[in-house]
């Protein structure tokens, strides 16, 4: 009768052994795995990479001389194509006010078209962030 139960004992320990020790996933639980992997991929918050301060340096600075020279054209009145001139600085200076808001993490306004609600807005959402130029 003993050794009955040692062998029970015994095979109790082995199944605890094989519960426990290590061993390669089955096909069914790769396939479940990898398809959870990739569902749970797209509810995951994917961290947002930090702007190169140099990047956002050079940027305000960029738009601090965009905004002098616009400043500068409106000012003179007998400037030689004056209103292509100022077409192209608007143009370049919301360029790089767009520029600016992905590198500051401001979701872009889809339903607003270029102009000066947009500039006015974007220039706001930067000011309030903490840029300056």
């Given at each position: 009768?003993?050794?009955?139960?040692?062998?029970?004992?015994?095979?109790?320990?082995?199944?605890?052994?094989?519960l426990t020790l290590a061993q390669p996933p089955s096909r069914l639980r790769r396939r479940l795995q990898s398809s959870v992997e990739r569902f749970a991929g797209r509810f995951r918050r994917h961290p947002v990479p930090q702007a190169d301060p140099f990047d956002t340096l050079w940027l305000q600075t960029?738009?601090?001389?965009?905004?002098?020279?616009?400043?500068?054209?409106?000012?003179?009145?007998?400037?030689?194509?004056?209103?292509?001139?100022?077409r192209a600085l608007e143009g370049a200076y919301d360029d790089l006010l767009d520029e600016a808001c992905r590198l500051a993490g401001i979701p872009g306004e889809a339903d607003l078209k270029r102009g000066e609600e947009k500039r006015w807005l974007e220039e706001q959402e930067l000011a309030s962030r903490g840029w300056s130029w």
């Open positions: 009768m003993e050794w009955l139960i040692s062998l029970v004992v015994f095979l109790f320990l082995c199944a605890l052994l094989s960029r738009l601090g001389h965009l905004a002098g020279e616009i400043r500068r054209i409106e000012s003179a009145p007998g400037i030689y194509a004056r209103a292509h001139r100022l």
